[in-house]
């Protein structure tokens, strides 16, 4: 058992497995694993997780489309959003 995605502990077998059941693209493992979505962001597991699928569905690692990147939200007092004019 190796595993890939330390953050979220999912294994190489789990994300094969979840690969061979037709999810394709990062953002679909991203969604039903979890994986890149713990502390770390995916800076761990990201270019690992692309050599899995490349190497299962025989396409070149460029081509594996990584996943959607949203910045962090913090909150901010209405005040800063209301013209002080």
């Not at 694993?33 to 299962?56: N, Y």
């Not at 025989?58 to 209301?82: L, M």
Request: with cysteine; glycine share 6%; net charge positive.
């Amino acid at each position: 058992m190796k595993i890939i995605c330390r953050c979220e502990d999912i294994t190489e077998e789990e994300i094969v497995r979840k690969i061979h059941e037709g999810y394709r693209t990062m953002d679909e493992l991203k969604r039903i694993l979890r994986a890149t979505m713990g502390l770390c962001q995916g800076k761990g597991c990201r270019r690992h997780i692309a050599k899995i699928i490349s190497r299962e569905l025989g396409i070149p690692i460029e081509k594996v489309v990584q996943p959607t990147y949203r910045p962090p939200v913090k909150p901010i007092p209405v005040s800063a959003t209301v013209d002080k004019e």
